[in-house]
């Protein structure tokens, strides 16, 4: 039987997160350059959401767009995706080398240098997240956890069953 990783779409998480860190994320999000693609996404989606153009929305100051999307009933998984990486990479990367670090991984301040890396082994991933949780606060450590789920479930899937992606502010 597979495993059912819907509980893992990043629009799934997004909703999930605190008001508080869905701003950061989202504040994030509005000023990486390389989100354009998503950005327009979401301008869009604010626009039909709001009942305004969509020009109106891209004009707006990024202030304005960052409340707008944390108050949205719903995001793409892509606006998500994207928003959800920003986070990780400005706010986290501490602890995504920690977590890479555990697991014998290569990489480079936190991001994979070997995009032929091979899936960690059960062991390896179990030891790593409690490597992880004892270091970071639980909520960090769920959201990065489901995040990486969301992005590669074949890589990642088993992190799904750990204890320590079960953290409060997920269960939310």
């Known amino acids: 039987m597979t495993q059912d990783y819907s509980g893992f779409r990043p629009s799934r998480i997004w909703k999930r997160l605190p008001a508080g860190r869905r701003a950061e994320a989202a504040e994030l999000f509005w000023s990486d350059e390389a989100s354009a693609e998503q ?3 979401a ?3 604010i626009a039909t959401h709001m009942k305004f153009r969509a020009k109106t929305v891209l004009g707006l100051p990024r202030e304005k767009k960052t409340q707008y999307l944390v108050r949205m009933p719903a995001v793409s998984d892509a606006v998500a995706a994207r928003a959800l990486v920003n986070y990780h990479l400005e706010r986290q990367r501490p602890m995504m080398a920690a ?5 014998g991984v290569d990489h480079d301040n936190g991001l994979i240098n070997d995009e032929t ?3 960690p082994e059960s062991d390896k ?3 790593a ?3 992880i949780a004892e ?3 639980a909520e960090d450590v769920a959201l990065y956890l489901s995040t990486l789920v969301s992005q590669d479930p074949d890589t990642w899937g088993e ?3 750990l204890p320590q992606i079960t953290a409060p502010a997920q269960t939310a």
Not at 99 to 103: H, I, N, S
């Open 39 to 41: 950005q327009v996404e």
């Open 135 to 137: 270091q970071y606060p």
């Open 125 to 127: 991933l179990q030891s």
């Open 99 to 103: 977590f890479l670090d555990a697991l």
């Open 43 to 45: 301008c869009a989606a």
């Open 129 to 131: 997240a409690s490597a």
């Open 117 to 119: 890396a091979v899936k």
């Open 159 to 161: 992190l799904a069953q």
